[in-house]
């Protein structure tokens, strides 16, 4: 590995526990033999940023300052492993002047390349706007879950959170990937970064797309420069 490889920035906290999977992906996928061959990252844990689910909580801003204090502190990249708050995209990467890794063209592409024409999404409803500004962009259409199954998702997923991942909170994350496939998803994008603490390839009988395993090993490419850098938003 090059010794000139980037700083790679991470924006983390949301939650904790997918932040330390990005992580722990990040290391795994690097090539190295020593410790010096694997990439510097500086991570910002922070679990008080707003919720990006509440209405005017502020997430951006907390989220700009930050990328901001990652940019002071080295990085030269930043990746967020959290899909709601890439809503927040933009406006980080104004504030720290930094490219931004986007996890969710990521998992659209992902879905894209698989030959799907319509895509469930298990997310927010924060994260279902910008997957289905995504996919839209790829000729794709969205599956999403009826409204009173996504409140149940949404259960769910506050349960993960609070660091349920026992028997039950998997089989009902699998039985919302089955409900999106059964209404007609050819593919599943995990598209909260909890999801898959519990759900996995082989857990639905449709093939699982995982943004936050496509976020770790891009980030690997383009701190080692195997993949360009994103561009950075104006």
């Known amino acids: 590995m090059s010794a000139t490889s980037l700083t ?5 906290g949301m939650g ?8 722990s992906r990040l290391q795994a996928y690097t090539p190295a033999e020593k410790d010096q061959d694997h990439i510097r990252v500086i991570a910002d844990i922070n679990p008080k940023a707003p919720d990006r689910n509440v209405p005017g909580s502020n997430a951006g801003g907390v989220l700009a300052e ?24 933009d406006l980080i990467q104004r504030a720290s002047g930094l490219p931004l890794v986007d996890m969710i063209g990521l998992g659209a592409e992902a879905a894209a390349q698989s030959g799907a024409m319509r895509a469930g999404v298990l997310g927010t409803k924060g994260a279902l706007k910008l997957y ?3 996919l839209a962009a790829r000729a794709m259409g969205i599956v999403t879950l009826p409204p009173e199954a996504q409140e ?3 259960v769910t997923l506050y349960r ?8 039950d909170v998997k089989r009902e994350m699998q039985a919302h990937a089955e409900t999106l496939r059964q209404l007609g998803a050819e593919v599943i994008i995990a598209g909260c970064t909890e999801a898959p603490l519990v759900l996995h390839k082989g857990d639905v009988k449709a093939p699982l797309s995982d943004p936050g395993d496509l976020l770790a090993r891009r980030c690997v490419g383009v701190c080692l420069g195997w993949d360009p850098l994103p561009h950075v938003a104006a």
């Open 8 to 12: 790679l920035g991470v924006l983390g």
């Open 160 to 167: 993960i959170k609070a660091g349920d991942l026992g028997h």
């Open 152 to 154: 149940q998702f949404m």
């Open 16 to 23: 904790p526990a997918a932040t330390l999977e990005f992580l």
């Open 66 to 89: 930050m990328a901001g204090a990652l940019r002071g502190a080295g990085a030269e990249v930043l990746a967020m492993p959290c899909n709601t708050a890439h809503a927040h995209a």
């Open 132 to 134: 289905r500004e995504y």
